[in-house]
């Protein structure tokens, strides 16, 4: 705080690896010792923000040198070491570029120590990749001109304190946003971006980029103006099994929900793998609650044999159903105001049902229900029954 301009306060960059914190502690320049970023912003200038760089010394810090731009915000912030040198670049996206897009500057911290421009460029999305997987760090730029309605993703390599486009693929610029671009595993072999694009009223199509002979592909979408890979909600791809690989998220109808009107539709999420082989490779069924904030993982051996159904006047809980045997209910999970928690258990009680609180807030409870015994139904029947453990390992808590 002593080594702040006057009138600064600190503040925290929007995107970046490192978490929500306004001061990071690395070692920028390579010689063993720890630097300091802390980035501000002006208190009596909204448009003005920057960083300083600090020196550890014998226990003391000392201030190195400090950018300041105007700006709208930090949007951006990544160090890494672009050119092999051993030193660290400073890579900060600053908020109010032209067109829908942001500026991004490349800074180094030279022999003088002190931080000199090596590059900038405006930009929509900005990622530090790794394609190639070489362990040689590649700067990846969507630029989306949101008047023309063009849009470019490009890769850059840095050298001799340059930035040089490698390669660029044209993408759709005729899109409301982009909801997501995120780089890591695509499969076993490969790394890419995955990118979700915001499209009519409420829709969204994904497309994945790799590199391949050293040019930049799209393996989902061979046309970027006719997307194959859309959904009717916009969806967000993560490794969402834990096995470090990206999965992409397409929505599907239910079986036999096929007269259901979309707005009462209760949609499974289907997880979806690109294999080395090229091909894509359902993994996993989600259900989403998004006003309750919970995603229940259904058993695999629920994959299309059983349907969803949406139970009571507001859609407060969801039931699972054989699909040969849709009277039947393998499952409900239900959200029950906390004013009515004892009411709802005592009703249970007295029917006999099993359940489980998967959990319990200050105004709801969610609770899994098994309203009845399977134990008379054929053996098809019984063999979708899901035991307390799998629901329970099922269930996630979400935020959005």
Not at 30 to 54: C, K, M, W
Not at 108 to 133: A, C, F, Q, R, W
Not at 183 to 196: A, F, H, L
Request: no cysteine; glycine share 8%; charged share 25%.
């Amino acid at each position: 705080m002593q080594q702040l301009p006057p009138h600064s306060k600190l503040v925290i960059p929007d995107n970046g690896p490192y978490g929500a914190t306004a001061i990071f502690i690395k070692d920028i320049i390579g010689d063993g010792n720890r630097q300091v970023i802390a980035f501000f912003t002006n208190e009596s200038d909204e448009f003005e923000y920057g960083y300083i760089v600090l020196r550890e010394d014998n226990g003391k810090w000392e201030r190195l040198d400090q950018v300041t731009v105007p700006s709208r915000g930090i949007d951006f912030f990544q160090i890494a070491d672009l050119d092999g040198d051993g030193r660290k670049e400073i890579i900060t996206g600053w908020k109010g570029g032209v067109r829908g897009r942001n500026e991004l500057q490349i800074h180094s911290v030279n022999h003088e120590d002190k931080l000199e421009l090596d590059g900038d460029m405006l930009y929509t999305k900005i990622l530090v990749t790794d394609l190639d997987s070489n362990n040689k760090p590649e700067l990846f730029n969507l630029s989306w001109d949101s008047e023309k309605m063009v849009a470019e993703a490009a890769l850059y390599d840095f050298h001799d304190g340059q930035m040089v486009k490698q390669t660029a693929v044209d993408l759709d610029g005729a899109i409301n946003g982009y909801a997501q671009v995120v780089t890591g595993k695509v499969n076993e072999e490969r790394q890419g971006i995955v990118i979700v694009a915001d499209i009519g009223a409420h829709s969204s199509y994904t497309s994945m980029l790799i590199k391949e002979q050293g040019k930049l592909k799209d393996v989902l979408n061979v046309d970027p103006l006719n997307p194959e890979f859309s959904n009717a909600q916009t969806t967000l791809s993560e490794d969402v099994n834990g096995d470090g690989i990206l999965e992409i998220d397409r929505m599907k109808e239910p079986p036999g929900t096929e007269d259901i009107p979309y707005s009462d539709m209760p949609f499974i999420h289907e997880w979806i793998q690109w294999t080395p082989q090229g091909k894509l490779k359902p993994v996993m069924d989600s259900f989403y609650s998004f006003e309750n904030n919970y995603r229940f993982d259904l058993p695999v051996r629920w994959t299309d044999q059983v349907t969803l159904q949406y139970i009571g006047d507001n859609k407060e809980g969801i039931s699972f159903r054989p699909l040969r045997n849709p009277e039947i209910s393998l499952l409900e999970i239900k959200m029950v105001p906390m004013s009515g928690k004892s009411q709802e258990i005592e009703k249970w009680k007295k029917a006999g049902y099993q359940f489980v609180s998967l959990r319990e807030g200050k105004d709801k409870w969610i609770v899994g229900i098994f309203p009845e015994s399977l134990n008379e139904y054929p053996s098809a029947i019984q063999s979708l029954a899901i035991s307390v453990k799998e629901l329970v390992s099922g269930f996630k808590d979400t935020k959005f």
